[in-house]
């Protein structure tokens, strides 16, 4: 079992930066590949980026390409969001998810492990 908790989220101007963390226990990080997902009220929770077991592979979505890096540091078990020039539409509610030996994958599906999700706000 592998147990995943959100920290970092807040309410930040637009422009502003925020930098999400994703703290893991349980198995070896340095096996897991990590994905970041968002969902903003009355929508469905969407793929935001991605990262490989080995790090050697990252993905994005198309709308935080060039703003968010996704990053793992398996000495920590923690994996990070750094979210940069922040716009009120990425405001939502921000989870990070785990898969062993995961491969950097962009569908919620490929995800067995989950966190509780941490408040992302940006106002205008």
């Known amino acids: 079992q592998v147990q995943l908790v959100e920290s970092g989220g807040g309410l930040v101007q637009a422009g502003g930066s925020l930098r999400l963390s994703c703290a893991t226990s349980?198995?070896?990080?340095?096996?897991?590949?990590m994905g970041w997902f968002r969902q903003a009220p009355g929508k469905e929770r969407e793929f935001v980026a991605a990262?490989?077991?080995?790090?050697?592979?990252?993905a994005y979505a198309d709308s935080v390409k060039g703003r968010f890096t996704i990053s793992k540091e398996n000495a920590e078990n923690t994996g990070y969001l750094q979210m940069n020039s922040l716009k009120p539409e990425d405001t939502a509610v921000y989870y990070c998810?785990?898969?062993?030996?995961?491969?950097?994958?962009?569908?919620?599906?490929?995800?067995?492990?989950w966190g509780q999700g941490t408040q992302v706000t940006v106002s205008s």
């Open positions: 998810a785990a898969q062993f030996l995961g491969v950097g994958a962009v569908t919620r599906e490929a995800y067995g492990y």
């Open positions: 349980g198995r070896s990080f340095s096996t897991y590949g």
């Open positions: 990262i490989s077991w080995s790090g050697g592979r990252t």
